[in-house]
């Protein structure tokens, strides 16, 4: 999963776009959010696997992959399990899109892609937060790694767009590279940025 994002991103074919508010009221929930990051993250994982990384019981993961499957955000893996008690979950997609405008004619609907939005948006915030509040010897191993920035830019719309196609082509680069084989250590690292006409 690239990214679960709102509005106008860069196009790419393994990142599906989501017109459908019945989709987006699946990821609209803390737990089912995080079970597609911890998918994006470590791949194909069975339910007790995501319940290990998720502080969740079994059943409770169970329930929630199969609100996700009915949104065809996930799949069953059926391949990867050693016996059938064991079920194994895969993302359908990279990473899905929307755009709130794309349910304006249907108040209830934009209201779910709203809600959406606002939970992707804290989703953010609490990675950012948990990281602050990490302890000092987390801290010292990343050294001046960790970074955030902001900037005040005067653009047009169609320059912001630009903008916004250049970032995801640079994370991308990043995202998409070949992990060198040189024994170091490499952690998930959750990046993201927003770039949104606003005042100071």
């Known amino acids: 999963m690239e990214d679960v994002t709102a509005a106008g991103a860069h196009p790419d074919p393994e990142v599906r776009r989501v017109t459908d508010s019945r989709v987006l009221a699946a990821l609209a929930h803390p737990l089912r959010r995080r079970l597609m990051d911890v998918l994006k993250v470590h791949g194909a994982?069975?339910?007790g696997t995501l319940?290990?990384?998720?502080?969740?019981a079994p059943a409770n993961i169970s329930?929630?992959?199969?609100?996700?499957?009915?949104?065809?955000?996930v799949t069953e893996?059926?391949?990867l399990a050693r016996d059938r008690r064991e079920r194994w979950w895969r993302l359908v997609n990279r990473g899905v899109r929307w755009s709130t405008a794309d349910f304006d004619?249907?108040?209830a609907a934009r209201a779910v892609a709203d809600a959406a939005t606002s939970l992707n948006l804290d989703r953010h915030v609490a990675?950012?937060?948990a990281w602050h509040a990490a302890g000092d010897d987390a801290k010292q191993t990343w050294g001046d790694g960790p970074f955030s920035t902001d900037r005040w830019l005067r653009l047009t719309p169609e320059e912001l767009a630009d903008l916004g196609r250049e970032l995801v082509?640079?994370?991308?680069?990043?995202?998409?590279?070949e992990i060198p084989d040189?024994?170091?250590e490499r952690q998930p690292v959750f990046l993201f940025a927003y770039g949104v006409p606003a005042r100071p």
């Open 77 to 79: 893996a059926p391949e």
């Open 63 to 73: 329930h929630h992959m199969k609100v996700l499957a009915a949104a065809d955000l």
């Open 51 to 56: 319940a290990e990384q998720t502080d969740q």
């Open 169 to 177: 082509d640079l994370l991308a680069r990043w995202g998409e590279r």
């Open 45 to 47: 994982s069975t339910v």
């Open 182 to 184: 040189d024994g170091r």
């Open 127 to 129: 990675l950012a937060r």
């Open 105 to 107: 004619a249907d108040p």
